[in-house]
């Protein structure tokens, strides 16, 4: 059984069927505003005073939006890589239009592999590739250990190392440039496609403050699913135009290329209906047309 947590948005199917287990499913939530980071933490101290019962919400049975018989075929052949499991927690996709699955898998209330479902195989091979070569990489910053992939039926899975069990909040600046000089050129590992420009350097692709983490003491760069090739500095510009969106600062407009680059894919985003709040201050934070 599970309860949905945060209360309102409900983003994270949360274990109640122990207390560390429910601690673990909480530390999920990936904040980046002050006043919700503050009331995440104080909540998640509440819960391991007096259990997941302070969760809100009834208890209801876990929703991941398979069937039964995909869910479990997935479930055994993900546990032939990294051992049995014996609980969940799911994590709800910050871009709804996006179909898949993620979540925590979980042993004894201790995390054993965060684990992502789609529905094609390429993006999770991508993550799987770049952290291969970016784990190993030595520095302040750590990037999840890969564990391994597989398919079950017509489903792509990946599993990689889970964090600390502990609420996450997002790093700053100066860590945000460290690890862009740590871990960048290791990408160049990666396969170049054909058509990319000559001049295009590695990115992480979708290097925002909800992928940088700091966990007790330790900043992790997560989520390379994006990883490939793009105009020097594109990371920077995003993480800059992520910044101020999530602090309702629409900056001024830039020309570069980088900048053009982002405006085109945040309006592509839009088009489909993609998070169409955060995408609309990301394309203001741009210089483009968008919410604040």
């Given amino acids: 059984m599970v309860r949905r947590y945060p209360p309102r948005r409900g983003e994270i199917q949360v274990p109640v069927d122990g207390r560390r287990n429910a601690l673990a499913g909480m530390g999920l939530l990936m904040l980046c505003r002050p006043l919700p980071l503050v009331a995440h933490h104080l909540w998640w101290a509440a819960v391991g005073l007096a259990g997941p019962r302070l969760l809100p919400g009834a208890a209801q049975e876990v929703e991941v939006g398979l069937s039964g018989g995909q869910w479990e075929a997935l479930c055994a052949d993900v546990a032939r890589v990294?051992?049995?499991?014996?609980?969940?927690?799911?994590?709800?996709?910050?871009?709804?239009?996006?179909?898949?699955?993620?979540?925590?898998?979980?042993?004894?209330?201790?995390?054993?592999?965060?684990?992502?479902?789609?529905?094609?195989?390429?993006?999770?091979a991508r993550e799987q590739e770049a952290t291969a070569l970016l784990s190993p990489v030595p520095g302040r910053i750590r990037v999840p250990r890969p564990l391994g992939q597989g398919s079950a039926g017509d489903l792509h899975w990946a599993v990689c190392e889970a964090l600390p069990p502990w609420p996450h909040r997002p790093a700053g600046d100066r860590l945000a440039a460290a690890a862009l000089r740590q871990l960048l050129p290791a990408l160049a590992g990666l396969p170049r496609p054909v058509d990319t420009p000559s001049h295009w350097t590695p990115m992480h692709g979708d290097f925002g403050p909800w992928n940088l983490r700091r966990v007790g003491t330790t900043t992790w760069a997560l989520d390379w699913e994006t990883s490939g090739y793009g105009p020097p500095g594109a990371d920077e510009v995003y993480w800059q135009a992520a910044r101020a969106a999530l602090a309702g600062r629409p900056r001024s407009p830039e020309r570069s290329e980088a900048v053009e680059f982002w405006r085109r894919a945040v309006n592509e985003r839009l088009a489909v209906g993609e998070d169409p709040e955060m995408n609309g201050c990301l394309l203001a934070a741009l210089g483009g047309v968008g919410g604040t």
């Fill in 82 to 124: 990294i051992g049995p499991f014996d609980s969940v927690a799911l994590l709800g996709r910050r871009q709804e239009t996006r179909p898949g699955a993620q979540g925590l898998l979980l042993r004894e209330g201790r995390g054993v592999a965060f684990f992502k479902v789609r529905p094609t195989a390429e993006p999770l």
